[in-house]
């Protein structure tokens, strides 16, 4: 499977970015998340989910700012609301084949077997 994030950018603190990740194929039957690096840290969990949704489970840090959604099968989208600076980081999705429309929730980076290449999105305060 190969992934491809995009939609990072540069955005004063307060401000909106939505990202995509477009599959080469069909997300369902996948676990799939959306992680993110911050400089010299490691990577950590944004929001990890299901095709069904059923298993949408979001990190503290961003729960009630940060919303996961779906576009065609094969794209995702993360609606980043109220950026703060400490959001900001490069962005990664990831997926890996459960085989089910509702994988129960995976939220190490380890668990995932395929990766995209990652977008930055930088918050200025």
């Known amino acids: 499977v190969q992934l491809q994030a995009s939609g990072g950018g540069s955005v004063q603190a307060g401000g909106s970015l939505r990202l995509s990740c477009t599959a080469s194929?069909?997300?369902?039957?996948?676990?799939m998340g959306w992680f993110r690096q911050p400089p010299g840290k490691e990577r950590e969990f944004v929001v990890v989910?299901?095709?069904?949704?059923?298993?949408t489970s979001y990190a503290d840090s961003v729960k009630g700012r940060f919303t996961i959604s779906k576009g065609a099968k094969n794209t995702i989208y993360l609606q980043m609301d109220s950026l703060k600076s400490e959001d900001t980081a490069v962005y990664f999705c990831?997926?890996?084949?459960?085989?089910?429309?509702?994988?129960?929730?995976?939220?190490?980076?380890?668990?995932?077997?395929?990766w995209g290449q990652g977008t930055q999105v930088t918050v200025s305060s």
């Open positions: 194929r069909a997300f369902s039957g996948y676990n």
């Open positions: 990831a997926v890996k084949w459960c085989g089910s429309l509702r994988c129960s929730p995976k939220f190490q980076v380890e668990e995932y077997t395929y």
């Open positions: 989910d299901n095709w069904s949704g059923s298993s």
